[in-house]
């Protein structure tokens, strides 16, 4: 018999192991569609570095990570992007920093955006 000690204990476990705001936890908070359109990106991003993988160039410093990147960063790798709505479900509004911003307040920025993320 699950006696409701029992029920406090296995919570205060699975918090521990799954935070409420981690990443699994928001994925399981996913719409169906929003799951979908997810699980379409991951597939279209296994398919993007498995063809970039087979164009790294063996001696290519810092190996297929750094290549990876590389092309995440060149405009015209086509990378796949995670729809706007997934990603607004998953993390919240993306932060906002002014080109007039100091560097400590756009470090203030980024950091409360951080810590939102925990």
Same mark, same amino acid.
């Given at each position: 018999?699950?006696?409701?000690?029992? /029920?406090?204990?296995?919570?205060?476990?699975? *918090?521990?192991? /799954?935070? +409420?705001?981690?990443?699994?936890a928001?994925?399981e908070?996913?719409?169906?569609?929003?799951?979908v359109? @997810?699980?379409?990106? =991951?597939?279209?991003?296994?398919?993007? *570095?498995?063809?970039?993988? *087979?164009m =790294?160039?063996?001696? @290519? &410093? $810092? $190996?297929?990570?750094?290549?990876? %990147? *590389?092309?995440?960063?060149?405009?015209?790798? @086509?990378?796949?992007?995670l729809? +706007?709505?997934?990603?607004?479900?998953?993390? $919240?509004?993306?932060?906002?920093?002014?080109?007039?911003?100091?560097?400590?307040?756009?470090?203030r920025? %980024?950091?409360? %955006? =951080?810590? &939102?993320?925990?």
């Amino acid at each position: 018999m699950i006696t409701e000690r029992d /029920k406090r204990q296995l919570a205060s476990i699975i *918090a521990i192991v /799954k935070p +409420a705001n981690s990443l699994e936890a928001r994925l399981e908070k996913l719409s169906e569609e929003h799951r979908v359109r @997810y699980d379409i990106y =991951c597939w279209r991003m296994v398919q993007w *570095a498995t063809r970039i993988n *087979a164009m =790294c160039p063996d001696d @290519y &410093e $810092g $190996g297929i990570d750094a290549h990876l %990147y *590389a092309r995440s960063i060149d405009s015209k790798s @086509y990378e796949p992007r995670l729809d +706007a709505r997934v990603q607004m479900a998953l993390f $919240g509004p993306t932060p906002r920093i002014l080109k007039t911003a100091s560097e400590d307040e756009a470090m203030r920025i %980024y950091k409360e %955006y =951080c810590d &939102e993320q925990r």
